[in-house]
C-alpha cells in the first residue's frame, strides 16, 4: 500500500470506531499503536511509551486539575449560587436581566474553570428554574444557559485550550489571553441579543416583580459580600499571573488555594465536598490526560505516513488554493465534523494534519498558530451546542427542567450558533482581536 493509502485508511477506521460509540481516546490510541505495530514492527512498542514521557515533562500539565478543582469547589460549596443571587437582585429591574446576569454568571465561571460542565451544571440547575418560575420563555433561556456555558472552553483557563497547546506546541499562556477578547465579544453579542429581543417582544423576559426586589439594607450587603467572593478569587489568581508575580502554574495552585479557603469560610468545606471535587477532579483530569497521549501517538505515526506534505500538496497545489481559501475550508470541515464528533475528537483528527499546514501558509501576521487556537476553539463552542450529537445538548436535556423538551432545546442555540460565526469571520478579518492582548503581555509560563 502507499503511504497515503495508510494514511485514509487510518483516518476511516478512527472515524469508523468514533461513529460506532467507542470512548475518544480507546478509538485513536487503537488506531495508533496498531498501526505503529504493522508498520514498524515490534520496535513500534517504543512510540507511547515516548509519547507518555513528553506528556509528563509538559510542565503547563499541572494547570488542569487545580483549575478544575477550583471550579468544582465553586460549584458544590454553592459559592456560584450566591453570585447568582447576587446577580439577580442586580440586574431583576432590566428587562431580559436575569438572562443577562445568566450571562455574566457563566463569564465569571468560566474565568474559574475552563470547561463548559460546570456553568451548564449551574446554569442548568440554579438560573433555569428561577427564570421559568418568573415567566421567561423557555426557549430563550434554553439557548441562553447553552451558549453562556460554551464560553467556559473559550474565556481563560480554557481546558480546550491546554490540549491545543500540548498537540500544537504553543505557550499555553499566549493561547489563554489569546481567547480573552474575543470571548468577552461573545459574550457582549448575546448580551445585547437578549436585550433586543426583550425589548421586541417583552412576553418572553418579564420584568421581576418590584416586591422581590425590595430587601433590607443589610441583605443586600451581605448578599454582595458572597457574591464578592468568586471575584476576588479570579482577580487574585489573575491579577498576580498578569503582574508576573506568579507563574501559570502558581497562579492555578492561588486559584485552588483561594477557593478551597473561602469554602472553609463560608463553613461548606465538609467531607463530602471534598470526595466529591477530589473524585471528579480525578475522574476529568485522567480523561485529558489520556485523550492527549492517544492523540500524540496518533500524530506521531500520522506525519511519519507524510499526511501532512500529502494535504498540503492537495490544498496549495493540486487545488490551487490561496492561504484564505485553505482556512476556510479548514474551518468548513470544523463545523461539519463537529455535527457529530466532540472538540477532543475533531482536534485528534484534524491536528496532525492541518496545524502544520497554517505553520506554512503566508496570512501576513505573527503568532499564527496561536491564532488558529482561537478559530479552533470557537468552533468547538459551535461543536458544543450543534444537533443532532452536541455535548451539551444532551447535557442539557438531562439536567433541565421536564418542561423543556429536546425540541425546545434544538430550536433555541441557533441564534447563539450564528453568533459564534460571526465571532469566528470577526477574528480572521481582523487576527489582532485575538493576537493583540498576547503579543502585549509579558508573563511567565
Known sequence: MSYESIALLMFASMVLLLVSGQRVFAAIGFVASGAALLLYGQGAIELPFNQVFKLFNWYAMLTLPMFIYMGYVLSESGIAEDLYKMLHVWFGRVRGGLAVGTILLMVIISAMNGLSVAGMAIGATI???EMLRRGYDKILISGVVQGGSSLGILIPPSVVMVLYGMIARQPVSKLWFAGLVPG????????IYILVRARMNPSLAPVVDEAELNMPLSEKLALARAGIIPFLIFFLMTGLFVMGYTSLVESSAVGATAATLAALLKGRFTWRLIKETSLKT???SCMFLWLILAALAFGAVFD????????ENLFLNTWDLGPWQVLIMMQLSFILMGIFLDDTAMLVIVAPLYIPLVGTLDLGFDNQLIWFGVLYTITCQIAYITPPFGYNLFLMRSLAPKEITLIDIYRSIWPFAL???VTIVLVMIWPQIALWLPEHMNVRG
Open 127 to 129: 438560573a433555569l428554574p
Open 184 to 191: 468577552l465579544i461573545m459574550a457582549a453579542m448575546f448580551v
Open 282 to 284: 480525578l475522574s476529568v
Open 304 to 311: 511519519g505516513l507524510g499526511a501532512v506534505r500529502a494535504i
Open 419 to 421: 453568533m459564534m460565526v
